[in-house]
């Protein structure tokens, strides 16, 4: 039988370890003077390359934002959606910045900052889809939607077979022609699109605003509270200077943080 003093010692290094391990995601990151996102880089206008060639986009201009804010720089880590959330676990980045919906199934796995945005799940078709009102009709319909994500997810669940793509943008093209008869997406990649193509022939014809699919926030690896804490702080210094407010106008032309 162990004597006290060691039962004690042993529970104190136990504690001293957890909250070390607690400590070092941020830790890590001010040491290395940089933290690395994970993100797509082909979702606009949320991460993408602009004509130069320069990633840019919504999450991406927020993550440079927050790395400021948090002295230290963005290095970002390129990826496909379906393995985006994963590469967390293998330690690619320090965190995905990549409109991730707030889910309790991802909440049981990983971490979330506050949110940052909100949105909704729209249905897209083309302007000459007569018989597609509703999620209801797109039941034995072909979808475009990343397998993986709530999108896709939300078209399975309303019997859709999905066509697996990488991106908004190649949901729309299967679309206009004519390859799939809706998409399932984000209403501001939507915006985003008709404003710069006003004259593209598709349309929303119905929209989910369940919590799932409204809020996106900063997802990290489990048992990083002081990370946590230090995203969150950084999020609520740059909508309290005007910073978020400049980000969402250049790419919505609307202050997204007083929605």
Known sequence: MKPLRSILLTGLLSLV?????????????????????GTEGTYAPFSYHDASGKLTGFDVDIGRAIAERLGVKAEF????????????DVKRYDAVINQVGITDARKAKYDFSDPYIASEAVLIVHDDEKNIKSFEDIKGKRSANTLTSNFGKLAQKYGAEVIAVQGFNEAIDLLLSGRVDATINDNLSFLDFKKQKPDAKVSIVDSDKSAEFSESGVLIRKNNPELRDAINKALADIKADGTYKTISVQYFGTDLSAQ
């Open 77 to 88: 880590v390129e990826g496909k959606w379906d393995g985006l959330i994963a590469g967390l």
């Open 17 to 37: 370890s957890v909250c070390a391990y607690a400590q070092d995601g941020l830790a890590d990151i001010k040491s290395a003077g940089v933290i690395k996102i």
